[in-house]
């Protein structure tokens, strides 16, 4: 991948620059980071304006809606609107990283303008429902069961940690289609559906973190009638249209904020010049290798999305070693901002204790870190799977 910026590029860069400086003046205060209704309407206002200016899914395929642009254009995107601290995705997440991205790749023309369209807009929120209780890191393990009742399926479980859904439109579910007593192989009897959230027979109760926000949620699904037509994928064949998924979510979801890791890493370095802290030798070899860290990680992002672009916009299993060393080098990150911050690390009402806090669950949302060793150690390094 070249990353070296054309004339074209750097035209890309100045005239962003430009709009970011007229268009980020005139948004409204952010709301409280608890108050996930005004955080949606904050965000999905956000996006239309990216939308209206030509920069939402930038580096979508122009046959789903997007601008079709080149990977360096992408990240010029990313690193000019991090650079300008305006908003990321928010509440947009599932819609734009995940469900979005995957319904171009894998859906129906009629699917994709039913559902792409609302999402680069910002019309429609999606959410998550993939894990279940007894289904986390083992995803293949979900009981919740779809039947097949005309033209429609009928879908009783539960899901939990599912992002955003007191605030969605629609849900990216998987669900257990096959024939109890069927002889198949737990993996190849998945189905994903797309469902609406205001169909009757869904409960959505809050789960609060230990930050105080609720931007996951138990969903209890009794005999929900979902649209077979709203089927991405064939029956049964859900399992590798997840694959889809979690390409995106571990490739390329996170690549804002690495951006953002490395602006934060310049706050520590400035403040720990302020308090006195910069004079322990150690805390300066640790910011100077986290800084090494996040400049190779950098590097391995632009690769993973160069990577993407010639799979097809389908990113590969690159993702996973980026999704493994960054889960744990934010962990990192946080822990030497608390030994900069002091007392205030616990402060509830900074901005860094929150991250910190958030930190915690990298290595577990989007794949835990043991999955995460087990892809790279089978599919990229070639090595038995364990027994």
Partial sequence: MDLTCTEEEEAFRARLRAWLGVALPKLPPRPDPLDWPARRAYDTAWQRMLYDAGYAGLHWPEAAGGRGATPTQHLIYLEETEKAGAPYVGANFVGLLHAGPTIAAEGTPAQRARWLPPVLRGDEIWCQGFSEPDAGSDLAALRTRAVRDGDDYVVTGSKIWTSHAEVADWCELLVRTARIGEDVPKHRGITWLAMPMDAP????????????????????????????????????????????????????AFVGEVVACRRTLAELAAAARRNGSWDDSALRRQLGRLNAEFTALWRLTQWNVGASQRGGGVPGVGGSV?????????QELYDTAAKVLGPDAFDLGHDWTLDRLSSLSYTIAAGTSQIQRNIVAERILGLPKGR
Avoid: C, Q
């Avoid at 980026?322 to 934010?330: D, G, I, N, Q």
């Fill in 201 to 252: 027979g869904i409960t959505v109760r809050p789960l609060r973190t230990l930050a105080g926000s609720a931007e996951f949620a138990e969903m209890f699904l009794d005999e929900v009638r979902v649209p077979a037509a709203n089927r991405v994928g064939a029956e049964n064949d859900g399992w590798r249209v997840t694959m889809v998924t979690l390409s995106f979510e571990r490739g390329t």
């Fill in 322 to 330: 980026f999704k493994l060393r960054y889960s744990h080098a934010r």
